[in-house]
C-alpha cells in the first residue's frame, strides 16, 4: 500500500533505510511473540525450562527496541522527513515501545510460573487462562501483521477484540476471587495467578495501542481516545452517529 509516498524518494538509501526499520520491527515483533508464547506455554505446562527461556531472552528485546530507536532517530536528523515518511517513523518508535512492554510482561508471567506450585486452583484455572492467552497472542500476531501490510481496516478489527479479551479477564478475576475467599490457603498461589492475568489484560491493551499507531500511519488522523464510532468514520468512512 503506498501511503503519501512513503518509500518512494529519489535516495534510494532514504527508501532501504525506511524499509530497514520496517523490517526491524517485524524482526522484534516476532521475538516478542515468541516470547509471549513461550510464557503462556510455560504457566499452563508447568514448564520451568521454558519460563527461565523466557527470562533469559528479554534482554535480546530491548536491545531490539535500542537499535530501531537510534536508527529512527538518526533518519530524523538527517532526513528531516514529513507527512507519510515523518508519521513511519513516530509509528515505528510508538510501537517498539509497546512490543517492549509486551517482552516485559511476559517476561513477568514466566516468574509468575516459577513461584507457582501446583494445587487444585492452579489446575482448574490454567486452562481459562490457556484460553485468554491464546486470544491475546492472535491479538498481537494481527496488530503486527496491520502494521506490516499498513492495513487500517485490519488493526480496527484486531481494536475490536479487546472487548472479548477484558470480558474474559472479568471473568477469570471472579473465579480466582472466589478461591480465595473459599480457601486462604490458596491466596499465594491465586494471587500469582491473578498477576499473570492482570500481564494478559495488559498485553491484550498494548495490542490495541500498535493498532491505533497504525490506523494513524494509515489514514493520518489520531485515533486515540476518540469514540468508536469516530474511529470507524475514519478507517472505515462511516457517517457519526448523532
Request: with cysteine; hydrophobic share 40%; charged share 30%.
Amino acid at each position: 500500500m503506498d501511503i503519501e509516498g512513503i518509500g518512494h524518494h529519489i535516495s534510494r538509501q532514504y527508501n532501504e533505510e525506511l524499509e530497514e526499520i520496517r523490517t526491524k520491527v517485524m524482526e522484534m515483533g516476532g521475538l516478542v511473540e515468541q516470547q509471549l508464547n513461550n510464557a503462556v506455554d510455560a504457566l499452563v505446562d508447568n514448564d520451568r525450562d521454558l519460563a527461565d527461556s523466557v527470562i533469559m531472552n528479554d534482554l535480546k528485546v530491548n536491545s531490539l527496541e535500542v537499535d530501531i530507536d537510534e536508527e529512527c532517530v538518526q533518519i530524523l536528523a538527517r532526513r528531516q522527513p514529513a507527512a507519510g515518511d515523518l508519521r513511519l517513523i513516530m509509528t515505528v518508535i510508538k510501537t517498539i515501545t509497546d512490543l517492549e512492554r509486551i517482552g516485559d510482561e511476559a517476561e513477568r508471567i514466566s516468574k509468575m510460573s516459577l513461584k507457582l506450585s501446583k494445587s487444585d486452583v492452579v489446575d482448574s484455572s490454567v486452562s481459562a487462562i490457556g484460553h485468554m492467552g491464546h486470544h491475546v497472542r492472535h491479538m498481537v500476531h494481527d496488530a503486527l501483521d496491520a502494521f506490516a501490510r499498513m492495513d487500517a481496516e485490519a488493526a480496527l478489527k484486531v481494536w475490536h477484540e479487546d472487548r472479548k479479551v477484558d470480558k474474559e479477564y472479568e471473568g477469570i478475576m471472579r473465579q480466582l476471587m472466589t478461591f480465595m475467599m473459599e480457601d486462604p490457603r490458596s491466596i499465594p498461589n491465586v494471587l500469582d495467578l491473578l498477576w499473570s492475568v492482570r500481564s494478559l489484560e495488559r498485553i491484550g491493551d498494548r495490542a490495541t495501542n500498535i493498532c491505533e499507531y497504525v490506523m494513524y500511519l494509515v489514514k493520518g488522523k489520531d485515533v486515540r481516545h476518540t469514540s468508536v464510532e469516530n474511529m470507524e468514520k475514519y478507517v472505515l468512512g462511516h457517517k457519526s452517529k448523532k
